[in-house]
């Protein structure tokens, strides 16, 4: 069976601190892809990252970074010096190559960004 | 570059009625799917599409049906509304195993009462 866990329901933080979402996943499939998208208050759904499990290379992106590790089954998403259009939820997916690429998500973590 | 495109954004079906959401795509994707997303959940799957003339239920797909006659449409049904399926539905695409992207649209906030 496959799951994502994201343990943490709501974080907050002040601007320009750093945060870490945790999203936990579990699979038998060896070949997989794990993804993170951004919910802002608006609604929709913007994709930020796809890793495939071939490939633990970290990987940063402005002041987005992501952690991959396979030994944990983790995928971590951090924020370094956040601000409030950051306030959003956050959603870690997986997906699997003999599942059809259907995408099973976490529960999300509710990000807030205080001034 | 319209992508995924859901209609109508928002509506309010009364208890018993039907409706039917549209969804649309010109990326000539063959992977389709319906989501749905309750308070403070994640999505979970209703049904899915790997092609035209094929779908296949997803976790939760009582008291939803959907067709595939087309490679961009993608319309989910609800026969018989009941206030368990007030929820925002997000159709999404993808090319498919290998490329498993997927692109949303903006959703539909439905509301039964």
């Known amino acids: 069976a496959q799951k994502v866990t994201q343990a943490q329901t709501e974080i907050s933080v002040v601007e320009k601190e750093d945060v870490t979402l945790d999203c936990v996943y579990e699979?038998?499939?060896?070949?997989?892809?794990l993804f993170w998208y951004k919910q802002p208050p608006s609604g929709e759904l913007v994709f930020l990252i796809r890793?495939?499990?071939?490939?633990?290379q970290n990987e940063i992106s402005g002041r987005y970074s992501w952690n991959f590790q396979k030994s944990t089954s983790s995928f971590n998403f951090t924020i370094t010096a956040s601000i409030v259009v950051d306030s959003a939820v956050y959603f870690c997916?997986?997906?699997?190559?003999?599942?059809?690429?259907?995408?099973?998500f976490g529960q999300g973590t509710e990000l807030s960004v205080k001034p | 570059n319209a992508g995924v495109t859901q209609t109508p954004k928002f509506r309010i079906l009364k208890i018993g009625q039907s409706m039917t959401l549209q969804c649309t795509q010109d990326?000539?994707?063959?992977?389709m799917y319906w989501y749905r997303q309750d308070p403070g959940m994640g999505l979970k799957l209703i049904y899915y599409?790997?092609?035209?003339?094929?779908?296949d239920k997803g976790e939760v797909p009582n008291g939803y049906n959907v067709s595939r006659s087309t490679t961009e449409d993608f319309p989910l049904r609800l026969e018989l509304a009941a206030p368990s399926q007030t929820s925002v539905y997000f159709c999404?695409?993808?090319?498919?195993?290998?490329?498993?992207?997927?692109?949303f649209g903006q959703g539909t906030r439905l509301t039964v009462v």
């Open positions: 997916a997986l997906a699997t190559y003999n599942q059809g690429g259907k995408l099973i």
């Open positions: 999404a695409s993808s090319e498919g195993r290998k490329n498993t992207e997927a692109f």
């Open positions: 890793r495939n499990s071939f490939d633990e």
């Open positions: 990326m000539n994707h063959n992977y």
């Open positions: 699979t038998r499939d060896t070949t997989y892809y």
């Open positions: 599409s790997v092609g035209a003339g094929i779908t």
